[in-house]
């Protein structure tokens, strides 16, 4: 039977409806998508599905808001007033946003109640940075001019893809510097998870911001590679996986389109011959269950050296076997199910291949024996995985650890680098000299010492394959904006930016 409780209901003003150009309209057909809450395997919300009509209507209206409209000539401190607005109303939304999470990708709802409490904080910050950030700077010139002034403008028209994991927290990395910076956005929510894009346009509407300068829509893959190849779009902010983002890239290339991708991770945890081996498994298997495994961040390839294995394996599994897999909302559980049925499959083909590899199983493996219903698995270890496999390769995005043996610390270090892969890292070890030695050492976008740590108020992204560009902190902001180097016969009398 299905659960009524207010928890479980979206708490969406208008699920059928687009918001284009200020307002909620009705999209071009009667397509919709049926959200399916991951715990119940139940409805959870129909939201309409734009076509490319809707998509195009939402660029022409981000186009002229741009080219036309009051938003890129406000000053930066009369944007900073409407990022302080959303944040205040982000925060007393706090409850909705916690709320929709778990019935879109099985977060557990106390995890959701933390991380929705800070998600005004983001807004707040890049208004902040209204005074202080140097929009425009003077520069001594050799070009016979008498002032030379550098200049960041608005890039233009930001199309912001968001992926069904995070989408609240990736929404503001891209839309809070694309208004401080002056752009307009299309938002375009995934279909497993469009609840926070419309909370988003609903509190765009609150605060007034000028039509067209947040439109928010949800389609499939298909009409998202119309935001992909309009030509009013300046800039691509798209998190998400490799394999879509290279299919961005290489579309953008052909029009010298602007971007910025935060993409897929295997991140390895390299375990140092000083670190005590249960301490080092309690820190990797708690933030390994986060989400369920759902983030692209996770330490999920454990190195270690051969004498050390077998203790690491018998750790990390006695640890991820006594996770308490359930439901979201009670709060019992330490860890939920997985977003949909199609990522569940996902999950159970990389177990079953490692299975077939002979890889040797510590715990889990399969479903929850006592969970009927609902994308569930259980938290899974594997030991002597070979660091070629597809299981040490490639991104599982669930709760599965593989630990790889290492000769000695050059080779653990070599290991680590042996991936498409660069967004995290972490080494565990007692002396700070080494764990800097090795930071420098591994190509990845952030690297922590024991611990899985990131930190968006300095900068987050990868390298390699795990994308371009920063999201978070000043670094986040450069990529909304353009350079222009100005160059005059006097300083002139007003200014726009100082």
């Known amino acids: 039977m299905t659960d009524l409780s207010p928890q479980r209901l979206a708490p969406l003003k208008h699920p059928d409806k687009l918001f284009i150009d200020g307002a909620w309209v009705a999209p071009s057909t009667d397509a919709h998508i049926d959200v399916i809450a991951p715990a119940t395997e139940e409805l959870y919300v129909r939201v309409a599905e734009a076509q490319e009509a809707d998509i195009n209507r939402a660029v022409a209206a981000a186009r002229a808001a741009f080219d036309h409209g009051p938003w890129p000539r406000l000053s930066h401190a009369e944007r900073a007033s409407f990022l302080q607005a959303i944040a205040a109303r982000l925060d007393q939304r706090a409850a909705d946003i916690a ?89 375009k929510s995934s279909p497993e998870a469009p609840g926070h894009g419309l909370l988003m346009a609903e509190i765009a509407e609150e605060v007034g911001l000028p039509p067209g300068v947040i439109n928010v829509l949800t389609a499939d893959r298909g009409a998202s590679e119309a935001l992909v190849r309009h030509p009013g779009v300046d800039k691509i902010a798209f998190t998400g996986s490799t394999a879509a983002g290279t299919r961005i890239a290489s579309i953008l290339g052909e029009r010298m389109a602007r971007y910025t991708m935060e993409l897929g991770g295997k991140s390895a945890a390299i375990i140092l011959d000083d670190y005590d081996i249960e301490a080092a498994a309690k820190a990797i298997a ?23 294995h077998d203790r690491l394996v018998e750790a990390l599994s006695a640890a991820f076997g006594a996770v308490k897999v359930g439901d979201p909302f009670d709060p019992a559980s330490q860890m939920g199910p997985l977003a949909s049925r199609r990522q569940r499959e996902r999950v159970e083909g990389f177990i079953a291949q490692a299975k077939r590899d002979g ?78 030695d090795v930071a420098r050492r591994v190509r990845s976008g952030t690297f922590g010492h024991n611990s899985i740590r990131m930190d968006f108020t300095i900068a987050f992204g990868g390298f390699k394959q795990s994308g371009v560009g920063r999201e978070g902190g000043v670094e986040g902001l450069h990529p909304y904006l353009e350079l222009k180097t100005v160059l005059l016969d006097g300083m002139p009398s007003h200014r726009t930016a100082k």
């Open 359 to 436: 890889f040797t199983l510590g715990t889990g493996g399969g479903r929850p024996r006592d969970l009927s219903r609902g994308f569930y698995v259980e938290p899974t270890v594997f030991g002597h995985v070979d660091n070629a496999s597809a299981i040490a390769q490639q991104e599982v995005f669930g709760p599965v650890l593989t630990v790889i043996p290492a000769k000695d610390e050059a080779d653990a270090i070599a290991l680590a680098n042996d991936s498409i892969y660069g967004l995290n890292g972490a080494v565990f070890t007692n002396d700070v000299d080494r764990a800097y």
């Open 99 to 187: 709320s929709i999470w778990p019935n879109e990708m099985g977060i557990l709802h106390e995890l959701s109640k933390a991380y929705s409490g800070s998600v005004g904080g983001l807004y707040n910050y890049y208004a902040s940075l209204a005074s202080r950030f140097p929009f425009e700077e003077e520069h001594r010139t050799f070009s016979g001019a008498k002032v030379g002034l550098l200049v960041r403008e608005p890039v233009g028209v930001v199309g912001a893809i968001i992926p069904w994991n995070g989408p609240i927290s990736l929404i503001a990395f891209k839309v809070a510097p694309a208004l401080l910076a002056g752009c307009t956005v299309v938002i």
């Open 286 to 308: 708690g933030p390994a269950c986060d989400m369920t495994g759902q983030v692209c961040a996770s330490l999920t390839r454990v190195i270690v050296t051969r004498d050390r």
